[in-house]
Structures are given as structure tokens and as C-alpha cells.
């Protein structure tokens, strides 16, 4: 191999991949199905055996409920889900690389932690007129469509995009928008276990 040849191999081996074909990589599956599973049995965990009471205690005029807060994991996934598939439906972004760059390691660095906080959107505000078993009802339905586009996608993800409302994010990636899902209903599990930490919630009877 001339030493041309060479150099123009060790070039490209150090410019960073940006798989450009948008798909999910395996390891990228794996870690979102991994998140899924996670996700899903820590919120129904947490949910599991509380009271009526339980469920609509509030801890101060204007937090959330553990039955608000779940019900707000439930609107949100259903729209963060919609909004990847809204993204898919859409024609490819030329930008999509410079515009999505770094969000995903934002949306896992930020996201679970429950680091910031922010005013949930319209669509997503608990209205507190579900019960426990209809959250568990949409909760299971929402996910199995989750889940199996999850297992089974193979659509060039990271090039379709739609707008954020909240400009930290400003645009996302239907990859975005997916791995979304899980890590936002990990945060509000936190709320939840916060809610039942906080004194003066009533005891199980």
C-alpha cells in the first residue's frame, strides 16, 4: 500500500462517524430497549398498591399528585412517541447532523437525573381525572407500540426531525424524540418516590 493510500485511510479513520445512513446502531437498540424495560417496571413499581388518598395527596397547592404525576408520564409518552413518529413522517433534514448535534448526550445527561426544571407544555398537564387503573391501562397500551417499533425499526431515525418547544433543545431527531421516552418517565418516577418521601403523606390502610 503507497504511503498515499495510507494517509488517506488514517484520515478517515479520524474523523468521527457520524452514521449517516440516521439508523439506530445495535448498541443504540440495546440500550433504548434496556431503558424501556427500566422505565416500565420502575413507574408501575412505583404506582403499585397506593390508596385512593395516596393517589391524590398533594404535597403543596401547586406540585403534583403521585396520580397527576402519573398521569402526566402517560399524556407525555404518548406525545414524545407521536412526536418521533411526526418527525418519520416528515421529509429528511439535509441539517440534521449540525442541527440534532449533541442533543442526544444532553437528553441522557439531563433527563433521568431530573436536573432543571420546566413548565410542562398544555398537552401534557394532568387534568387528575384518571384513576390508577386507567393509567395502568394506557400505560400498558401506549408501551406495547413503544416497545415493538422499538425491537423492530429500521428507519433512518436521526435524519427526520421536529422543533422542541423548549429551545435548549430546539430541534430533535425522531432518535431523539424515542430515547425521550423512557428517560422522561425515569424523571418523574423521581417525583413520584419525592411526593411519597415528603411528609405528611398519608399511610397505606
Not at 400505560?139 to 407500540?145: D, I, V, Y
Request: charged share 25%.
Amino acid at each position: 500500500m503507497n504511503r498515499v493510500l495510507v494517509g488517506l485511510c488514517l484520515l478517515a479513520a479520524a474523523i468521527p462517524s457520524f452514521a449517516s445512513d440516521g439508523k439506530m446502531t445495535a448498541e443504540e437498540r440495546s440500550k433504548v430497549v434496556k431503558w424501556l424495560d427500566e422505565s416500565r417496571r420502575e413507574f408501575l413499581a412505583a404506582i403499585d398498591g397506593v390508596t385512593e388518598e395516596q393517589w391524590n395527596w398533594k404535597p403543596a397547592p401547586n406540585r403534583w399528585s403521585v396520580g397527576e404525576t402519573a398521569e402526566h408520564i402517560v399524556l407525555a409518552e404518548g406525545l414524545l412517541f407521536g412526536n418521533a413518529r411526526r418527525a418519520l413522517a416528515a421529509p429528511a433534514n439535509p441539517e440534521w447532523e449540525t442541527k440534532t448535534q449533541g442533543k442526544t448526550e444532553l437528553i441522557e445527561r439531563v433527563m433521568a437525573p431530573r436536573m432543571g426544571k420546566a413548565q410542562a407544555p398544555e398537552p401534557v398537564v394532568p387534568a387528575g381525572k384518571l384513576t390508577r387503573q386507567q393509567v395502568v391501562e394506557r400505560f400498558h397500551k401506549q408501551r406495547a407500540e413503544i416497545e415493538k417499533f422499538a425491537a423492530e425499526t429500521d428507519a433512518p431515525l436521526k435524519m427526520h426531525t421536529v422543533d422542541h418547544p423548549f429551545p435548549v433543545f430546539s430541534t430533535l431527531n425522531a432518535y431523539q424524540w424515542f430515547i425521550y421516552v423512557p428517560l422522561h418517565t425515569m424523571r418523574h418516577d423521581k417525583q413520584i418516590a419525592e411526593v411519597k418521601a415528603t411528609e405528611g403523606y398519608p399511610a397505606a390502610k
